[in-house]
């Protein structure tokens, strides 16, 4: 069975648990945070999250296991059945990655966990990166109805679970509604978190910020 490491607060690890959820794959959830020890560094040799323990060894960052669980594990497919929609579909979900989810990421702690503003040296960088990443996003996705077309795909798991985070960001720490970039995620986003699997996802999701939380020692 495979085994997925990390914790549900963390929406990387979300990724991948509705990709699982969604192949409807039996999967064990083996909690754990990020960390440096030993036993953790071989199997995620970064020591993050989220790791996915294979039959053939361990796996880790979110595109790859989705690429593994895509080839290896039985259900309906959430890449394009063309080459180049499927190509399209993991561009995207790469622009998700890199352009949304990672800059904003550098604000995180003023926005989300209350260690002090981020500079002004972050801010001069980050806002420009989230512009161009939400054009960019328009001018390639469909949102047809979903982000690569027709069908629902792992573009659409990376980004629900990276745009909202973003959103947050932009709101908290600059003042921006971050769907004026991008108007049409509020419809994707809508219909994506109306699907069974992502609302139980949600739900986990918010009782594993409590968790978190409580395991660093945050308030709130």
């Known amino acids: 069975m495979l085994k997925l490491y990390g914790f549900p607060a963390s929406n990387y690890f979300n990724m991948v648990k ?3 959820m969604e192949k409807g794959a039996p999967y064990e959830d083996v909690r754990v945070f990020t960390g440096q020890s030993e036993d953790f560094l071989a199997k995620s040799a970064m020591g993050k999250v989220p790791c996915l323990e294979t039959p053939d060894g361990f796996l880790t960052e979110t595109s790859v296991i989705l690429e593994y669980i895509e080839d290896v594990v039985d259900g ?8 180049f929609g499927r190509a399209r579909a993991r561009e995207l979900l ?3 990655e890199l352009y949304i989810e990672l800059p904003a990421r550098r604000c995180y ?3 989300f966990f209350g260690t002090g503003p ?7 960088t ?3 990166v989230l ?16 982000l690569a077309g027709d069908d629902v795909s ?3 798991f990376v980004f629900m679970h990276a745009f909202p985070n973003a959103a947050a960001v932009a709101r908290i720490v600059f003042d921006w509604d971050l769907n004026d970039a991008l108007p049409e995620a509020a419809g994707l986003l809508e219909r994506l978190n109306q699907r069974p699997v992502a609302i139980k996802v949600a739900e986990d999701a918010r009782n594993g910020m409590r968790e978190f939380r409580e395991a660093y020692g945050m308030k709130g």
Not at 131 to 146: D, H, K, T, V, W
């Open 118 to 124: 981020v500079s002004d040296e972050v801010k001069a």
């Open 94 to 96: 790469k622009y998700s």
């Open 131 to 146: 512009e161009r990443g939400c054009r960019a996003i328009r001018r390639l996705g469909r949102f047809s109805p979903y």
């Open 109 to 111: 702690g003023e926005a």
């Open 126 to 128: 980050v806002r420009p």
């Open 18 to 20: 509705m990709a699982l």
């Open 76 to 83: 309906p497919s959430f890449f394009p059945a063309d080459a």
């Open 154 to 156: 792992y573009a659409d």
